[in-house]
């Protein structure tokens, strides 16, 4: 019998908000089996010491190997765990991706997918604020080539696939519409979001256009909902879904809040957490 509140699996666990997610649920007492990939190059054994020496980790954390590009492969990650979180992405678009996995484990009670903001707004719609009841527009995208649009496009077809595996076999999935993640890492890469986020404090005038006028979000609010999904008794319906610069626009989080979720990071100290963060890993502002 597993301790704490039990056994969940991350998937992406090297990745910004998938590492950042491992550190926010060993705190919090769960158990966690993340999964990450092989290197390409098998001669490059992955460095996960990032994550091994969090406080807990060698109790709690397994570190195990899966790809997407072969869905059984996270049977043995997700083996036993009571919820998972799919926070990893693929670069192509892999139909139902570890959803059949959790499947044929019987002790998974919930699957949270980590969607994006560009499956839900990138329509050409000219609402001021969107929700998770929209969805972007594959065909819009194709033509309009808006930037971003093939990540969109993935996005929007694993959304809506993993939404369907779920319905079709009784399998419990809620999913999370983060906009552009901000604030401190873990993860030795310096994640796209925070840099572009920072653009202009690294001197990047170009990167700054696809970000000014976008909708953000901090990290560790992020990880939190997550969670907050998981553990709430009923999230059905619960999903949060320039330089000339591109207008996002914003993403109602009615149905989270109303839920009972609070934020607690505004918009001054998502930079503040980032900024910080980069100075201590040596990142040049
Ligand atoms: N950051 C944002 O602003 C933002 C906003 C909205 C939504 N999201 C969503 O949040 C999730 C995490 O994003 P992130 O910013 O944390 O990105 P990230 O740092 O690039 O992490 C992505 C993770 O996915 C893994 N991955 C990629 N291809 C894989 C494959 N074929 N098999 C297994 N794992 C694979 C990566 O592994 P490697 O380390 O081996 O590459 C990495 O761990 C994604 O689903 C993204 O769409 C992010």
Request: aromatic share 10%.
């Amino acid at each position: 019998m597993e301790g704490g509140k039990g056994r969940v699996c991350v998937t992406g666990g090297t990745g910004f908000i998938g590492s950042w997610m491992i550190k926010k649920l060993l705190e919090d007492g769960y158990s966690v089996n993340a999964t990450v990939r092989s290197s390409s190059n098998p001669e490059h054994k992955k460095d996960v010491s990032f994550l091994t020496n969090l406080a807990g980790a060698s109790q709690k954390l397994e570190i195990m190997k899966a790809d997407l590009r072969n869905p059984e492969s996270f049977k043995e990650a997700i083996e036993g765990c009571i919820g998972v979180f799919h926070v990893a992405t693929p670069v192509d678009f892999e139909e139902r991706e570890a959803e059949e996995a959790c499947l044929s484990v019987k002790s998974v009670k919930r699957v949270i997918y980590t969607s994006s903001a560009s499956a839900v707004t990138m329509n050409g719609k000219e609402e001021q604020v969107m929700d998770e009841s929209f969805w972007s527009d594959e065909e819009y995208l194709r033509t309009s080539k808006k930037f971003g649009w093939s990540y969109a496009i993935s996005k929007t077809l694993t959304e809506k696939a993993v939404l369907e595996f779920g319905d079709k076999n009784g399998l419990q999935v809620v999913t999370v519409i983060p906009t552009f993640v901000l604030g401190p890492f873990i993860c030795p890469k310096l994640p796209g979001s925070v840099r572009s986020s920072l653009s202009l404090a690294f001197g990047e005038k170009e990167r700054f256009g696809y970000i000014h006028e976008t909708p953000m979000v901090h990290v560790d609010d992020v990880a939190r909902a997550h969670i907050f999904l998981l553990e709430h008794p009923n999230p059905k319906g619960s999903s949060v879904k320039e330089v000339k610069g591109l207008k996002l626009p914003d993403l109602s989080s009615k149905k989270l809040i109303d839920a009972g979720f609070k934020f607690e990071y505004g918009l001054e100290q998502m930079f503040v957490d980032a900024i910080e963060c980069c100075k201590q890993k040596g990142y040049y502002l």
